[in-house]
């Protein structure tokens, strides 16, 4: 008799522990669903509220694109006072839409690393930092423009549309496509947000406090590269090669995030390479900037406040000198003139 009621008593025990445990379970499912929904509302009441807060169409800086592949693009003739936008909608001085003789163009596609929104002064930017310097060159009495066809937050697809309907039209010599990790999908802007938000905004809110660095990193990066986004960077790059197969003369340059332990701990140089291999499947010439910003100390440990997407001034230079390296090992410049020999051209009477 004993014994049945111990059992009895056992397995009632038994029980509440197990009802005990589905409501504990229920109720952080619960908490975990009410979470998750109020995130998502939360980012939506943001996102409605940026939408509100932006000026009239007029006063913007971006405005929405009638190319629903460019999604949204520079306002002409926009101005803050320290970043100034031309009549054709280029972060650029005014020029001409017809080349004048004796110029060599060369456009730049690219994102903000290019467009240089209100981030360093205009002629520190690597493609004016060319400019000036192969001016100063005596390369047979070229001229050298630098188009700036930049516009923040661009991805790959945006920069081929860019290339064909915008920068053709001044007749380049060259162009130059300036990409990025982040390039698979457009940067998240008030007009799209069309890269993966992760399995969930409570997800993104835990990694982002428990993890800030590997969460923007992942944030800036990898999210970009899922099967949508492979796809938009083969589209961009076999893009990229058609062009240069109907006779354009383009070149890529990847700039690296400028996180060290994105590549010493997580393997960012796998991103590199399709790029790379995306450039050679395209039959474009490719130019890698990571190694020479690594070894000239631009790629830190610091997380802030160092930008891990935009380089610094110094960075912005030795891109330049590379990129200006890179075109003259393809003699896809003007040749340099010869140096004159002692005596000559100096002004000098010789012996």
Known sequence: MGSHSEARAAEGSRREVLL???????????????????????????????????????????????????????????????????????????????????????????????????????????????????????????????????????????????????????????????????????????????????????????????????????????RNYDRVGLENLRRGMAGLGEEAQRGVRVVAVLFPYLYAPAYDRWGYQRYHELYRGGAAQAGIPFLDLYTVFQQGGFIGDRWFPVDPIHPEGEAHAVAAAEIEARLDGLGLLPARDPEPKVGEGSGHLGN
């Open 20 to 222: 005990a445990g589905v409501s504990l379970l229920v109720s952080l499912l619960l908490s975990l669903g009410l979470a998750e929904v109020g995130l998502r509302a939360a980012h939506h009441f943001y996102h409605w509220r940026v939408l509100r807060a932006l000026p009239p169409v007029g006063a913007r800086a971006l405005i929405p694109s009638t190319d629903p592949e460019l999604i949204y693009e520079w306002n002409p003739g926009w101005s803050n006072g320290t970043f100034t936008v031309n009549s054709f909608g280029m972060p650029n001085d005014e020029i001409t839409l017809e080349k004048p003789p004796g110029v060599f163009r060369i456009a730049f596609v690219g994102d903000s690393i290019s467009a240089n929104f209100d981030l360093r002064p205009r002629p520190e930017i690597y493609l004016n930092v060319l400019e000036r310097t192969l001016n100063q060159e005596r390369r047979a009495g070229w001229r050298f423009e630098a188009l700036n066809f930049g516009v923040t937050g661009y991805g790959i697809l945006q920069e081929l549309q860019t290339l064909r309907t915008r920068a053709l039209r001044f007749h380049p010599d060259l162009v130059v496509v300036q990409q990025c990790l982040n390039d698979p999908y457009p940067t998240d802007t008030p007009y799209a947000q069309l890269a993966p938000v992760g399995p969930s905004r409570l997800w993104n809110f835990v990694f982002h406090h428990l993890q800030p660095d590997r969460f923007w990193s992942w944030w800036f990066v990898e």
